[in-house]
Each structure stands twice: as C-alpha cells, then as structure tokens.
C-alpha cells in the first residue's frame, strides 16, 4: 500500500452542515479516513482523493466533492504549467 499517494490532497469536500445529520455513513465509505465528526459535526482532514464515495453514499447529498484540477494543484515544479 502506497501511504504517499493516499496523502495527496486531490478533493476538496464541501460539507452542508445543515443537510448532514452525522449518520457517520461517510466516515465509513472514505477509505483514507478524510472524515471524522468532531463534537458533533463532520469534519474533513485534509487529505481526500476525490474517490466521491461519501458523496456518493451520503443519504442527504449533504457533502460534494470538488476534484482539484492538476494544474490548479502546487507542486512547486517551476516551468510547467500549461497542460492545454
Ligand atoms: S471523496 Fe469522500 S470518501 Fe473519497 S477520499 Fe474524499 S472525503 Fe474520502
Ligand atoms: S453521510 Fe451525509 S449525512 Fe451522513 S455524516 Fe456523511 S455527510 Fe453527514
């Protein structure tokens, strides 16, 4: 298992706290342990692979995946942008 690439930010979640009733469904489908609920509230850690199983899963379409684009992504990598 590859820990590295598992820890490569590539989502960013956007949870509806209004919507989500902490059934903890999510939690449980993510399989990189992205989210926790943290005194009663569902809270990302950061760490998402945009693998969409909570938003697919999720009883009350209360979280959404955004997938962040490789250019939009940091590497620090001077001279390479442009991917077309
Ligand atoms: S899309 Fe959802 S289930 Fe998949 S890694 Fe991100 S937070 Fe976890
Ligand atoms: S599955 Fe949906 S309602 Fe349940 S904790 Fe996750 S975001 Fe909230």
Known sequence: MSEEG???RKGIVHIQHEYCKKCSICVN????????????????????????MCQRYCPDIAIEIEEIDAKTVTTGEPGHSNGG
Do not use: H
């Not at 489908?29 to 945009?50: D, M, S, T, W, Y």
């Open 29 to 52: 489908f993510c399989p990189v342990k992205n989210l926790e609920i943290q005194e009663q509230k569902l809270v990302e850690l950061g760490r998402c692979i945009a693998c969409k």
């Open 6 to 8: 598992a820890r490569r």
